[in-house]
């Protein structure tokens, strides 16, 4: 079956504007987890949806980050007045549910603030 | 809060040699243990788990892992590696904690480099 896609698969941007990170997760997963993977930080944890509720977003780093999931589907990571430390490749990963262990991943969309 | 620490950046071996990489962490609770691999490019990839039962535990490509709990760690084996196991390797924990998902908390990596 079709795992978890990501879009777009790059995205470069100016420093200073708005960006939309798409996450398509498995088919009737109701969990979903986006993380971030920088050089400087490596991979960090950044919000959890359990459907369309997000009881954690302990990891996003500032209030310019945000995210929203609808459908209990399709989640969104908006990061506005992008800063050049943003840049990093955006993971995201679904679960069966909130409780299950295994998480899968997608390809990632990779960000880069110029 | 847990950490995880990968002392191992890069790891050369030689194709059909056994290769170990180290993963020790620290909790204050009970965690599950995750090894995941990632291929230039792509996702991570789950190679296997320890949630409870027997400390050894197997994966797919032939890797597996032994937890020890008394030494926090849960370092990944492979008796022959082949020269299509070069990847990126993480090891990663989550509390054992009811409610609230599983966040994975990431060690820094180990590049896993087999060369012919």
């Known amino acids: 079956g079709a795992g978890v896609s990501q879009s777009p698969s790059n995205k470069v941007t100016e420093k200073g504007k708005d960006v939309e990170l798409r996450c398509d997760p498995i088919s009737g997963h109701t969990a979903l987890y986006w993380y971030r993977q920088s050089l400087g930080q490596g991979l960090e944890f950044l919000i959890y949806f359990q459907g369309n509720s997000a009881p954690d977003k302990s990891g996003l780093p500032s209030d310019r980050f945000s995210a929203e999931r609808t459908g209990g589907s399709v989640s969104t990571l908006t990061i506005q007045r992008t800063q050049q430390e943003d840049s990093a490749v955006y993971l995201c990963a679904s679960s069966p549910t909130g409780d299950s262990y295994e998480q899968y991943f997608g390809p990632g969309t990779r960000l880069t603030v110029t | 809060a847990q950490s995880v620490t990968q002392l191992d950046s890069q790891v050369p071996v030689f194709e059909e040699a056994p290769v170990e990489l180290r993963c020790n962490y620290s909790?204050?609770?009970?965690?599950?243990l995750f090894w995941y691999v990632q291929y230039p490019n792509q996702g991570l990839q789950l190679l296997l788990k320890?949630?409870?039962?027997?400390?050894l535990v197997k994966g797919i490509n032939g890797f597996e892992a032994e937890f020890n709990k008394s030494q926090t760690s849960f370092h990944l084996r492979k008796p022959s590696v082949h020269i299509s196991d070069t990847a990126e390797y993480f090891c990663?924990?989550?509390?054992?904690?009811?409610?609230?998902?599983?966040?994975?908390?990431f060690g820094t990596g180990t590049q896993l480099k087999v060369e012919l």
């Open positions: 320890y949630l409870s039962g027997s400390t």
């Open positions: 909790s204050s609770v009970s965690v599950y």
């Open positions: 990663a924990v989550t509390p054992d904690l009811t409610g609230g998902g599983n966040k994975l908390t």
